[in-house]
């Protein structure tokens, strides 16, 4: 039984395409995250919702837009792909807790998009 | 806003032999720490976690780490390192929201 689920696990495409990557998460969990690892493994969160709800929104360029559906799925569309958004994108989840900040996030297995 | 430095991008270490990574982080506000174990073309998991009381906490895998609030320190050890434990950790801060910062990654190579 998968937690954290996403698809496509590898995507190869060209410059200027619009593609998108799938999440879902099955541990009932209510906030969950995109995040990129480039090629020197430098892990950064890109963006979260909670709920349904968009509470994080880091210093990314507008193509990249999340969408959540409901709370079990997050998925993330990317317009206009450059060379630069090859890297292997993360989706992770985390449960409610009383002391927000202190919750383990439970990760996807990844998927490595390389952009030609 | 709170950041972290791993201060070894790459560990060699012997089979049995003991490991320790070092973790520094930086924040004006009271912190959790985390340490994250990424496994080849993996997703990262959850090693072990501070978020207050005893200083130090026992993870799985035979890990744990000692918080150092003096020092701004969260270092991970291991006494004894199998050639499983070859992988890429990540130290990672949050304070009162959602957002974790990671490190750099130390990357670990056990041999034989």
């Known amino acids: 039984d998968t937690a954290v689920s996403q698809t496509p696990k590898y995507l190869v495409t060209q410059m200027g395409n619009d593609k998108s990557i799938k999440c879902e998460q099955n541990?009932?969990?209510?906030?969950m995250y995109w995040y990129k690892q480039d090629s020197k493994k430098f892990l950064k969160i890109m963006f979260s919702?909670?709920?349904?709800?968009?509470?994080i929104n880091e210093t990314v360029p507008n193509r990249f837009s999340p969408k959540s559906p409901d709370k079990a799925h997050l998925n993330l569309h990317i317009n206009s792909l450059e060379l630069g958004d090859s890297a292997v994108y993360f989706c992770?989840?985390?449960?409610?807790?009383?002391?927000?900040?202190?919750?383990?996030?439970?990760f996807g297995p990844g998927t490595r998009l390389l952009v030609l | 806003a709170q950041s972290v430095t791993q201060l070894d991008s790459q560990v060699p270490v012997f089979e049995e032999a003991p490991v320790e990574l070092r973790c520094n982080y930086s924040?004006?506000?009271?912190?959790?720490l985390f340490w994250y174990v990424q496994y080849p073309n993996q997703g990262l998991q959850l090693l072990l976690k501070?978020?207050?009381?005893?200083?130090l906490v026992k993870g799985i895998n035979g890990f744990e780490a000692e918080f150092n609030k003096s020092q701004t320190s969260f270092h991970l050890r291991k006494p004894s390192v199998h050639i499983s434990d070859t992988a890429e950790y990540f130290c990672?801060?949050?304070?009162?929201?959602?957002?974790?910062?990671f490190g750099a990654g130390t990357t670990v190579t056990v041999r034989a």
């Open positions: 924040s004006s506000v009271s912190v959790y």
């Open positions: 990672a801060v949050s304070a009162n929201d959602y957002k974790l910062s």
């Open positions: 541990l009932g969990h209510d906030t």
């Open positions: 501070y978020l207050s009381g005893s200083t």
């Open positions: 919702y909670n709920n349904k709800e968009l509470i």
């Open positions: 992770a989840s985390s449960p409610r807790s009383g002391s927000p900040g202190g919750e383990t996030q439970y």
